[in-house]
């Protein structure tokens, strides 16, 4: 370990010095008791163990006949940030009703073409691997998610956000920011042009890296299909080692986070082609004829 | 229709803060405009603490109670009232926006907004509702707030301030944890496991 970390951060998320929720133990009692000494160092040993027993307890759970869970889990306390940050109730179930069952619209006021690519939105190319990431959103029925906004963000090719409490020392692009936007097609296709984002650390513990990983924000025609999730390149050897990856306890479930390398949407001398198609929750509303013909919103591509 | 396996979903991060705000975007109407109000709150985590990277989402009627399908809501006219808004919290874990009070979406029925949760820490976005705390009958009839114990029901009923805001705070956990809601009811998006 290098002798000027400050050991004291290495209990606080990501690179801000907000240590508001940093917790002595994953207990999550007596957040506010000031330890009598300088808490241990977490280092990925610890946390691996943490994760792996919590996979293994899952194992035994399945073969017991419990169901397989696709969700991350809100209370996965390798994530040290969760630990005071999820409900310790059970979510209540409801029937999703009136504005639920609908969606806000989105079209080319909101979005421009140009968004989609994130290569041109300064003077100069941004350093890095060119890749496409394309795909379709479709619902848990497989109908396609049309006319609907998908916003992504990512760090740099370095591993480095532009947000200003990006404290990691390697260099910002300038000419990268690495926001993007796109309205699905007809088809629930969308389709950004962008450059492979580096891995970086973070404080969740010491030595803590989390996988390269692009975010994507997505609507649905409900509501309540609302989500907010990460994308990952096929192979990454931190996946194993990520409280955050392996919140989601299924493997087939976080294989779904995980994008394919697909030379049919590489460009010759140009870009890298990634494909991953995102799935929504089902519909839960009685669709219209035009509708179910994928004429929502103002999706005049 | 075969059944698709939805896709999982991520922590937001700390990082969304060059990425999801927009301008205008807790402004669902101009504030100071005719029939706009405030609601405002605070995010708090389980020890009671103001959490300063949760980021809010708002999906309502207009005043009337009808669902708008009007496009417009990142890059806003100013006029166009499309029901859609989102805002940040600042570092006292305060959101804000500017919108009206939703009508019923039906005659009799309670009026509320519907709202998304995000924070770095939370794995996955959390729904649930702010109802507005006007009408009793309606609440009381509500499907929602009448399947909730009085305690819990609480927390999805806004409170009236002098200048005709509202205030609602979210707790994300602890005894007075807001109920947060599952709309798949298949028990995978559970907190306990």
Redesign the interface.
């Known amino acids: 370990m290098p002798d000027d970390v400050n050991l004291a951060t290495y209990n606080a998320d990501a690179l801000t010095e907000d240590l508001s929720d940093a917790v002595p133990a994953a207990s999550g009692t007596a957040p506010q008791a000031v330890p009598a000494e300088a808490p241990r160092v977490e280092t990925q040993q610890d946390l691996s163990a943490e994760i792996k027993a919590l996979g293994e307890a899952y194992a035994r759970a399945l073969k017991d006949g419990a169901p397989k869970e696709t969700q991350p889990r809100l209370d996965f306390a390798p994530y040290r940030s969760s630990i005071l940050r999820h409900p310790t109730k059970s979510l209540h179930h409801a029937d999703p009703e009136t504005i639920e069952l609908h969606s806000p619209a989105f079209g080319h006021q909101d979005v421009h073409a140009l968004e989609a690519d994130l290569t041109i939105q300064h003077n100069g190319e941004p350093q890095g691997e060119r890749i496409i990431v394309a795909g379709r959103v479709l619902d848990g029925d497989g109908r396609p998610v049309a006319g609907q906004l998908v916003e992504i963000w990512q760090a740099n090719s370095s591993g480095r956000y532009i947000h200003k409490r990006d404290q990691h020392p390697a260099p910002l692009d300038p000419n990268f920011t690495g926001v993007g936007r796109c309205i699905t097609g007809p088809d629930g296709s969308y389709r950004f042009t962008t450059i492979k984002p580096g891995a970086y650390p973070w404080k969740n513990h010491l030595n803590a890296w989390r996988p390269a990983h692009i975010h994507f924000s997505l609507f649905g025609t409900e509501f309540t299909q609302r989500i907010v999730t990460q994308m990952y390149f096929p192979g990454d050897q931190l996946f194993p080692l990520d409280p955050i990856y392996q919140s989601i306890v299924d493997q087939d479930a976080r294989d779904r986070l995980v994008a394919t390398y697909d030379h049919d949407l590489t460009e010759p001398e140009w870009a890298l082609g990634y494909n991953w198609d995102i799935v929504l929750t089902g519909s839960k509303r009685t669709w219209t004829e035009n509708e179910a013909l994928g004429a929502e919103g103002d999706d005049h591509e | 229709?075969?059944?698709?396996?939805?896709?999982?979903?991520?922590?937001?991060?700390?990082?969304?803060?060059?990425?999801?705000p927009y301008a205008k975007d807790r402004e669902l109407l101009a504030p100071g405009s005719p029939g706009s109000i405030r609601l405002q709150g605070t995010v708090y985590?389980?020890?009671g603490?103001?959490?300063?990277?949760a980021i809010l989402?708002i999906?309502?009627?207009d005043a009337d109670g009808n669902?708008?399908?009007?496009?417009?809501?990142?890059?806003r006219?100013g006029y166009t009232f499309?029901?859609?808004g989102r805002s940040a919290v600042g570092n006292t874990g305060v959101y804000t926006f500017t919108t009206v009070n939703?009508g019923p979406?039906?005659p009799g029925?309670a009026a509320?907004?519907?709202v998304?949760v995000?924070?770095?820490?939370?794995?996955?976005?959390?729904?649930t509702r702010v109802y507005l705390p006007e009408n009793e009958e309606a609440l009381a009839k509500d499907?929602?707030l009448s399947?909730?114990d009085p305690e819990?029901r609480k927390t999805l009923i806004a409170r009236r301030d002098a200048d005709g805001g509202l205030t609602w705070d979210i707790r994300?956990?602890?005894g007075d944890?807001?109920?947060?809601?599952?709309?798949?009811?298949?028990?995978?998006?559970?907190?306990?496991?």
Request: charged share 15%; no cysteine.
């Open positions: 229709m075969s059944k698709l396996t939805a896709t999982p979903g991520q922590t937001v991060g700390p990082f969304y803060g060059y990425a999801l985590d389980g020890a603490h103001p959490i300063p990277d989402e999906w309502q009627p669902i708008v399908r009007r496009t417009g809501s990142l890059v006219d499309t029901g859609f939703p979406t039906e029925a509320f907004i519907s998304a995000f924070a770095r820490g939370l794995m996955n976005r959390l729904f499907p929602l399947s909730l819990r994300l956990q602890g944890e807001t109920v947060f809601l599952d709309f798949e009811g298949t028990g995978t998006e559970g907190a306990s496991q």
